[in-house]
């Protein structure tokens, strides 16, 4: 293969893969081992002293996990990667190995849920500040920052929300004031946009969602500037959130076909906005690529689809929330997203539940928000099944 020749992501994805053993397998094989052995002790020595990148023990490295990581590294434009054990452990550690106790951080506040949890529970116990920001308040932000801050954290498209958030104007910030520019990229994938093109010093991933693509297994993954991601796999390596080999493989495999996914899901999502976009029984419909869109013109300008998410707002609040989500009959009921199936959830009682109700209004979380993750069914399909369920709403 020509080294020097530009590769499109698709052909990255597909094609980069563990070294083939003298088995000579054409799909790359999953290496499910706990430890690794050694020729010699003076080997097992050079490897604990870290002369030599030779495995250990896979909570430290294993070959399928880092084919994986690997992936994700060069699709996100960036230095190095790491995968840990779900999208939560991926920015848990990246706080976690990069703040300290009296650093402050700037976060963006419309958020995932749990990333919310860990931000204003968690990071406050080891002394770490917070301060969060509004999403469409971008031009204020500067105004937050304070000596002791360290990192500026964002989602975008957020979730539920999906409000997009201007990476050129953030990245710029970050840059003026020495902070680490952190991107949670999920709902994007980098198939739809790359936050490094922004100047993002990290890039997190839940790998549950779109890269697994089928709801079948948990992992994450931290992209980024080798050093950054090297105090990440020092903070990992000793305090445990390990992707499984064999989770790692089904994401190694699954990211071969994520391109092709994610162009589907945003076609079929696209189409289901314009066709409820007025529909009588909603208060308002969002749809990153829709012109009604608040951020429409930034969404066109980082990103290449809108992504496979739509929401809504049902007229009458929770209990018509609650009747439209019992008479869907294609439409699973699960916190999930990402899925071949499409999924409808309701963030007020599920994902952003431990939230109180000050804080979801704050974030825009409203008792008959509805977050539909478009799947690969026929598009009539689901538009069918939407349709029928608001009747009855």
């Known amino acids: 293969m020509d080294n020097t020749r530009k590769l499109h992501p698709s052909t990255?994805?597909?094609?980069?893969?563990?070294?083939?053993?003298?088995?000579?397998?054409?799909?790359?094989?999953?290496?499910?081992?706990s430890s690794f052995a050694f020729e010699s002790a003076e080997a097992m020595r050079a490897a604990f002293a870290d002369e030599t990148d030779d495995n250990i023990y896979s909570r430290y490295s294993n070959p399928?996990?880092?084919?994986?990581?690997?992936?994700?590294?060069?699709?996100?434009?960036?230095?190095?990667?790491?995968?840990?054990?779900?999208?939560?452990?991926?920015?848990?550690?990246?706080?976690?190995?990069?703040?300290?106790?009296?650093?402050h951080l700037l976060c963006c506040r419309s958020m995932f849920g749990g990333t919310n949890t860990v931000v204003t529970k968690f990071l406050p116990r080891f002394g770490i500040e917070y301060t969060l920001v509004g999403a469409a308040d971008i031009d204020n932000w500067e105004a937050h920052i304070k000596p002791n801050t360290k990192m500026l954290f964002l989602e975008t498209p957020t979730n539920p929300q999906l409000e997009i958030i201007d990476l050129k104007k953030a990245g710029a910030i970050a840059q003026k004031h020495g902070l680490i520019f952190n991107v949670d990229n999920c709902f994007a994938t980098p198939f739809l946009q790359t936050p490094a093109d922004f100047g993002a010093d990290l890039v997190i991933h839940s790998a549950t969602k779109w890269i697994d693509g089928q709801g079948?297994?948990?992992?994450?993954?931290?992209?980024?500037?080798k050093e950054l991601v090297h105090d990440i796999y020092l903070f990992c390596r000793n305090s445990g959130p390990a992707l499984s080999?064999?989770?790692?493989?089904?994401?190694?495999?699954?990211?071969e076909t994520l391109g092709v996914r994610i162009q589907r899901h945003?076609?079929?999502?696209?189409?289901?906005?314009?066709?409820?976009?007025?529909?009588?029984?909603?208060e308002w419909l969002k749809y990153p690529f829709l012109p009604s869109h608040p951020q429409y013109d930034i969404a066109q300008k980082q990103m290449l689809a809108g992504?496979?998410?739509?929401?809504?707002e049902i007229k009458g609040g929770l209990e018509s929330g609650r009747r439209f989500m019992d008479n869907l009959q294609i439409l699973s009921l699960t916190p999930n997203l990402g899925d071949s199936r499409s999924i409808a959830s309701h963030p007020?009682?599920?994902?952003?539940?431990?939230?109180?109700?000050?804080?979801?209004?704050?974030?825009?979380?409203?008792?008959?928000?509805?977050?539909i993750s478009v799947g690969l069914e026929h598009v009539d399909d689901i538009i069918y099944d939407i349709e029928q369920a608001l009747e009855k709403a």
Do not use: Y
């Not at 990255?12 to 081992?33: C, D, G, K, W, Y």
């Not at 079948?216 to 500037?225: D, I, M, N, Q, S």
């Not at 007020?348 to 977050?371: D, F, M, Y």
């Open 245 to 255: 080999p064999f989770n790692a493989w089904v994401l190694s495999k699954s990211l």
């Open 266 to 282: 945003s076609e079929n999502a696209l189409t289901v906005a314009k066709h409820f976009e007025n529909h009588p029984r909603l």
């Open 216 to 225: 079948r297994v948990l992992g994450g993954a931290v992209a980024g500037r």
């Open 64 to 103: 399928t996990v880092d084919e994986f990581a690997h992936k994700i590294a060069l699709l996100e434009k960036c230095e190095a990667g790491f995968a840990t054990a779900s999208g939560m452990a991926a920015i848990f550690s990246s706080f976690m190995a990069l703040l300290k106790t009296g650093d």
């Open 12 to 33: 990255i994805a597909v094609r980069t893969q563990t070294e083939r053993t003298n088995q000579m397998e054409h799909s790359t094989p999953v290496f499910l081992t």
């Open 348 to 371: 007020a009682s599920t994902t952003h539940s431990k939230l109180s109700e000050e804080e979801r209004q704050k974030v825009g979380i409203t008792p008959g928000l509805i977050r």
């Open 307 to 312: 992504g496979g998410i739509v929401c809504f």
